[in-house]
């Protein structure tokens, strides 16, 4: 690990601001990836902005009807808060199928929007990735192994997937998120919008500019209907998805459906929703078309398809 300097944020702004007036600048938390990535060298930050004394650690209830949870919450606290549990529970089972009882202890809900990705090439600093080092050319393209990969949204430059349970779980739930700047201004951004599809810029992951810091996510009224997270992996625990399906499914049939472990960020498209009644194969023909697979994980449309279909058949029950 390089020498790195550091300090403790005392405000959301001033983290911010420290941030942007700082090249190579990382804001740390829980730290459960950033540490990994600085061990390994992918990650080499000089100046580190400890920011887990910023009090944003609540779950509040909002004027609209929703909750605004805030960015310093741990994942262990958010699947376990009972509101979370009876309203939004799609998000208590992302969590809870997501890493080990002692990351999720660790991890917060700003830090699991900005995971990095798990492709090995990105992790391997003796390949070449785009991600990681721009212009250096993609391994998982060059005839390197894409099992674990994207089959859409990706591009000739980067087949990653975005390894979050978390995330895909708020896209169903239409959450935002909000944000800070060095200035004190601060947005709220749709998490539709938040992440970027790699395009030419695959280092490039999310919309957020320099400096700027997560402050919290916030939900919407309850969705109502019932709550499916099914995630499909090599092994029971401890293993990032292969296909995850998060579904709130409606008395009528109809519903919202995304999907993890197929894209570069949770994939969801709301027209395909429309299908929902019809079945899992006419939500899947809309929201996977234009999907390109490889040899090696084509076997991903197939396996999104029958584990909607799973979901379905236990909503009907």
């Not at 459960?32 to 600085?38: E, G, P, Q, S």
């Not at 830090?111 to 785009?130: A, E, H, I, K, S």
């Not at 919309?207 to 099914?230: S, W």
Request: charged share 25%.
């Amino acid at each position: 690990m390089r020498a790195f300097t550091y300090e403790r944020a005392a405000s959301a702004q001033q983290a911010a601001s420290a941030a942007a007036s700082t090249d190579n600048a990382r804001f740390i938390a829980g730290g459960t990836n950033l540490l990994d990535l600085m061990k390994i060298e992918v990650e080499t930050p000089t100046h580190l902005i400890d920011v887990n004394g910023l009090g944003l650690d609540t779950i509040e209830a909002t004027e609209e009807g929703g909750l605004r949870i805030g960015a310093l919450v741990r994942n262990t606290d958010l699947a376990a808060d009972q509101r979370v549990r009876r309203d939004y529970a799609v998000l208590t089972r992302a969590l809870v199928a997501g890493a080990s009882g002692q990351l999720r202890n660790k991890a917060t809900t700003g830090g699991n929007l900005l995971q990095r990705t798990r492709c090995p090439y990105f992790y391997d600093t003796n390949m070449p990735c785009n991600k990681r080092r721009p212009g250096a050319g993609c391994a998982a393209l060059d005839g390197g192994a894409s099992r674990q990969l994207a089959i859409i949204g990706a591009s000739e430059h980067c087949i990653a997937t975005h390894p979050s349970d978390m995330a895909v779980a708020l896209r169903v739930l239409d959450a935002r998120v909000e944000t800070v700047d060095a200035r004190g201004g601060g947005r709220s951004i749709p998490l539709a919008d938040f992440h970027a599809l790699p395009g030419d810029t695959p280092h490039i992951e999310t919309v957020l500019e320099k400096g700027e810091f997560i402050t919290a996510v916030t939900l919407p009224r309850p969705p109502g209907g019932k709550h499916f997270y099914h995630k499909v992996r090599d092994r029971a625990s401890y293993a990032f998805a292969l296909v995850s399906v998060a579904a709130v499914v409606q008395p009528d049939g109809s519903g919202r459906v995304a999907l993890g472990g197929v894209a570069p960020k949770p994939w969801r498209d709301e027209r395909a929703e429309a299908a929902l009644p019809q079945g899992a194969g006419a939500v899947m023909a809309k929201l996977l078309d234009g999907a390109r697979p490889t040899p090696e994980n084509r076997f991903k449309v197939t396996l999104a398809e029958r584990t909607l279909a799973a979901v379905l058949a236990e909503a009907k029950e």
